[in-house]
């Protein structure tokens, strides 16, 4: 059965530093991988998605992530944090074992910018 | 194009009474998926509908039901509301459902509080 796991319930980071919040899955088939972004109340907007190909994958916003299949990890980077980046972000995986890819979230990282 | 429309954004029921939530996906998406989003167990996915046929099922108790009608419009019934029904309830459309990767589009959600 797939699985995610978001190391972090909270980061905190200083405007214009690194971010990086981290992902690892659990899947028994090769998987496709999410992150979404969710801004206060509001649903959740894709950042981008991993299906086949380039393991480095670039999103919006800046944001980017790598697949690393022998870690089974998928961490979101970005090089430069704003303080329009503060939200929760979401980790997703859909293998479609068993015929559904009906995705499974993690419970999410809460990123938090200081000016 | 318009996006995921929900009504309504907040809700106050009793224990006891039902409730009925709506979703309207973006036009030509044919699947919906209903989420429940707690800060204790994060999302958890309800069931998904595929052109009016319910195609996946998650684990909550039959007081939570679902339909999906000819133009995609879906609706969520929850029936004799428990204090724990409380919670961000999110639908998603997409183009052919989770199938191949295709990314989840998200409405932002009815507060649901049960007093």
New interface residues.
Partial sequence: AQSVTQLGSHVSVSEGALVLLRCNYSSSVPPYLFWYVQYPNQGLQLLLKYTTGATLVKGINGFEAEFKKSETSFHLTKPSAHMSDAAEYFCAVSDGAGGSYIPTFGRGTSLIVHP | KAG?T?TPRYLIKTRGQQVTLSCSPISGHRSV?WYQQTPGQ??Q?LF?YFSETQR?K?NFPGRFSGRQFSNSRSEMNVSTLELGDSALY?C?SSLE?????????????TRLTVT
């Fill in positions: 995921v929900q998926s994060g999302l996915f998904e996946n998650g999110l998603a459902g989770a199938t191949g990767g295709a990314p989840l589009h998200f409405g932002n959600g």
